[in-house]
């Protein structure tokens, strides 16, 4: 019985924080795909948010510290919605994607972060910031397959992104876009098709997809 | 808030039930403090336990054939069975000698270039490699999660039978932090139970002025990377260190390990190059390679008349562990 409830009370919990669109999100990330003609098949696009505030006017109304893994797909919004604030008018948001290097190097991490989630190396250390994964006819690789692993916590490899946006008017949901078409129409994909160790490629990617963040419209 | 608070009180009852079991590790007198965080994984009898099982498993492999084990034996303090470079899945042959396995509670970051940064994570590179186990932890977890015995074994070590990627890891790095070798023949000259014979005092002072800068007491090792110069292997052309910073000041430097135990740990070095320490020592004399890279501690070369090579070896052998490699608490846990 006790299981039960714990169950039961995991799911809400959860709930609670990884919202339908309908629940009244918060905060809504939606992903924005190259339109077909560029014939880019997206087949993964997974990134993790952390460190996210919420302001209201100036004025830091929620904090949360939790990682988030996002598994994105076009047409599906994740928002996150947090009761304490579900009347307030939220006008902006900051936060990270990746994991900081603290969390990198203190071993191994339950939830979104645990390693089976596939987001960590395994032949050195450190977590994927982000992966997008897919197929283009111009990739010259084994099956036109593309893919960018992208992370580095050490030094200049560091790879992990903060982000702010900020609109003038504030909104009882926080629309923000993933642009993918732009961080694919800002690349040479025949070229760079597959990243996927720390270093100034990585680094410069990772700062690509960051500046891919945009307000909704 | 809530629903978060009501869970939190729960779960802190759940967790009070098991906090009897909460073990603490010991730090042998005069060692360092360990650099592994205990507070973010309390040892605890069940999960030390559990880990074992796991660390002699072979279902962690991708066809159940190869366990951890099966690459740090403990009769061999806890590496390979006299193979150079280990074998793994379907007799695979790897490229590095597996090293021995011991105090990892004082070690800061793993493997011989030091790629891996901490203990829990350790076990992911194993399982993964196409050339050693050929898993993923995924896929280990789905596993375990069919298995009534590891259910059972999880609820007993973590409070509820939910198993976890986490929880895997967590478990392994609870009975691999247990390996710890303190018992030798030098140990208890420390602690002042026993005396040097002439030629080990000797010993000891050879070692002190060639060898303990960088395989520093009481771990016998500096936790550095060094080039000792060795030749390069052109068959597997390995930079060590450089690999991770991408540094060509690190070019050719490895882990220094640890003297402990050698007796049973053979062959030595990263690729496993030399059979006995006949050899070994020879090429700290002989066989230096000057390389741009060369440890300033060796620039000099080391010499020894054949009086002091067996002295320091009669030293060297004061530093083999006979009760770590024959302790049953960390061989092959029988059902």
Known sequence: MLRIIIAVMLLCASLQVKAQPEDKPNILFNLVCPNDTNEIRLETVRCYISNLSLYSKGRLVYHDSVYHLLNLRRGVGIGFSYEEISSVLVDSAQFNIGVDSLMSVSGAMGDDLDPEKGMYWAWQSGYINFKIEGRCNKVPARNHEFQYHIGGYAGKDNALQTVGLHMLKGASVLSIDIRLDEFFSGIDISKQYSVMIPGPEAVQLAKRFAGCFKMAR | MKKWCILLVLSAGILAGFKTNKLTFVVPKGWPKPVYDFNRNPLAEGKIQLGRLLFYDPLLSKDSTISCASCHSSFNAFTHVDHS??????????????????????QKDFMWDGSINHLDVQALAPISNPLEMDESLVHVVAKLKASAQYKSMFYNAWGDSNITGERVLKSLSQFMLTLVSCNSRYDSVMRGEKKFTTEEANGYTLYKKNCAGCHAEPLFTNGQYENNGLYVDDSLHDIGRMKVTKNRADSLKFKVPTLRNLKYSYPYMHDGRFKNMGQVINNYMLGLQHTPTLSPKLQKG??????????????????????????????????
């Open chain 2, 85 to 106: 470079l280990s074998h793994g899945i379907s007799g695979k042959i790897g490229t590095r000698n597996s090293p021995a396995l011991m105090n990892l509670a004082w």
């Open chain 2, 302 to 335: 080391v010499y020894f008349t054949d009086e002091e090579k067996v002295d320091l070896m009669a030293f060297l052998f004061t530093l083999n562990d006979k009760s770590f490699i024959t302790n049953p608490d960390l061989a092959f846990p029988r059902k």
